[in-house]
């Protein structure tokens, strides 16, 4: 049974850089698509990054391109998101989820295993 941990999240200034990061065990990381989403209080979840099994592909949400980074280090079983320049609406929780393929997809409905969130706070 796969479980998924994230970390890394907190508060920081407008402007400020946090890097979250998504442990992984059961299974075999290196086969999952994996994914960042993020929610709100009152919103449906929203897709933020992807990327596939061997990190050599990603995509992201275009309200965080060129600000966010998704990464991974399948010996470590362990994926990251590198975010920068960050924005008051970047205030969400923030969760990584398993993909039930080898690659990523924007809907929810795609992913089988979620990790329990972290808090991002940006103060303006």
């Known amino acids: 049974q796969a479980q998924l941990v994230e970390s890394g999240g907190g508060l920081v200034q407008a402007g400020g850089s946090l890097r979250l990061s998504c442990s992984a065990s059961g299974g075999t990381f290196s086969t999952w698509g994996m994914a960042w989403f993020r929610q709100g209080r009152g919103s449906e979840r929203e897709y933020v990054a992807g990327i596939n099994s061997s990190g050599r592909r990603t995509q992201y949400a275009d309200s965080v391109k060129g600000r966010f980074t998704i990464s991974r280090d399948n010996a470590k079983k362990t994926m990251y998101l590198q975010m920068n320049s960050l924005k008051s609406e970047d205030t969400d929780v923030y969760y990584c989820?398993?993909?039930?393929?080898?690659?990523?997809?924007?809907?929810?409905?795609?992913?089988?295993?979620w990790g329990q969130g972290t808090q991002v706070t940006v103060s303006s």
């Open positions: 989820a398993r993909n039930t393929g080898d690659y990523y997809e924007e809907v929810v409905d795609g992913y089988g295993y």
